[in-house]
């Protein structure tokens, strides 16, 4: 696999150091180099926090390695820089598709402005956005989910488990996206347990997307909730929700994950036993289904919407301890079901 990344940025070296303990990917400097082969080939641009996020972003990437293996494609990445702005954006999407990939696939909502200016310029390469519908074109597919419907079954189960009857929400960046989790989760809290308590935070507001990279803001803002009475944090904060699980774990208390089943990622092994449940989105297969799409040559266009009904969204039941619930998984099956057969309809604002 081709891994590329832009020069960095002054500030980038020190920021890798602060997310070297639970990063994987480097945000070194390299060649965008271009492709001897006229084998297909398929690119991801990442969203903030990159490869190794443990979330978001690992789970575009588990996408890109299904289809690498099973479709015999050829896969390119490329990190996002410290800071940068829409036309760092531009500059990336355009030498992946310039070098041929197809498709290639921005990680998040960021990258709309970004693929509005480069789609038109190269028509017979299919682009793929995820979290966003604001950009549409003829080459573009918009990969949306749910994420309101899982976050509710999240809430349910919070509900459930707390014992002093608070729990935390904690956002990356206060922007609509987050919001929609915030909204579920809020919502399934209180429909389980009406006199519960929510506090909610978020680390960072716009255009300061730190929210979403640095993991000792959601481990200050989680420590905070947890002092105030919180026995169950969920954070939809990407790289930075792993210092919110890293103190719930510190504290003996519960913590859910996102985006991805975060019990069985490898850089947070440590605090497993606290991960109870993460509300997860079907990133992994929505990044392989385009790729297959235009590897087929059917390439896929518009809207392509995930959720509970196509298991887009969910909760993983990966911690033994959560599957010895009973009346826990009952109570979130009951909402599910309640859910897809439109008995309950999920507010994607708070």
Known sequence: MRRITRIATVGLASAALALSATACGGKKSSDTG????????AAIAYDIGGRGDQSFNDAAYAGLQKAESELKIKGAEAEPTDGEGEADKVQRLTELARKGNNPVIGVGFAYAPAIKKVAPKFPDTTFGIIDDTSVTGPNIANLVFNEEQGSYLAGVAAAKVSKTGTVGFIGGVEVPLIKKFEAGFTQGVKDTNPNAKVLSQYLTQPPNFDGFAKPDLGKAAAQGQLDAGADVVYAAAGLAGSGAIEAASAKGKWAIGVDSDQYNQAGLS?????????????????????????????????????????????????????????????????????????????????
């Open 34 to 41: 271009s492709s001897d082969s006229k084998d297909a080939s």
């Open 270 to 350: 440590k605090y497993k036993d606290s991960i109870l449940t993460s509300v997860t989105k079907d990133v992994s297969d929505s990044v392989f289904d385009l790729i297959k799409s235009v590897k087929d040559g059917k390439p896929a266009t518009g809207e392509i919407r995930y959720g509970l009904d196509k298991d887009g969204v969910g909760l993983a039941d990966s911690n033994p301890k959560y599957k010895e619930m009973a009346d826990v998984i009952a109570a979130v099956e009951k909402a599910k079901a309640d859910i897809i057969a439109k008995k309950i309809t999920v507010k994607t604002a708070p």
